[in-house]
């Protein structure tokens, strides 16, 4: 499903940071209208959203044992296996 996965450790810079997307993009070239970043952090997904990613989708429960979190006005769902769910039905 992923031609490749990169995570901040990678970049050695936090998601947070403006030039952690800068660096991703010369890495591994991007459009931004068309990527769908996901992640479990307001913070992080704010900081893709500033950057111009049009496609947001939060993480509300990263950890089984821990509590549901908040996802404001983004689009959420509990956990991954629901993408991974509809991208099985569809390829």
Do not use: N
């Not at 890495?27 to 913070?43: K, M």
């Not at 509990?78 to 390829?91: I, P, R, T």
């Amino acid at each position: 499903f992923f031609d490749h996965i990169v995570t901040a450790h990678d970049l050695g810079l936090p998601k947070e940071d403006p030039a952690f997307w800068d660096k991703l993009q010369a890495l591994e070239p991007f459009d931004r209208e068309r990527t769908l970043f996901v992640d479990d952090s307001p913070s992080v997904l704010a900081s893709a959203r500033g950057y111009g990613i049009r496609w947001l989708l939060a993480i509300l429960k990263p950890d089984s044992k821990g509590p549901l979190r908040e996802a404001g006005e983004i689009p959420a769902i509990h956990d991954f296996s629901e993408v991974m769910a509809g991208l099985s039905s569809v390829c």
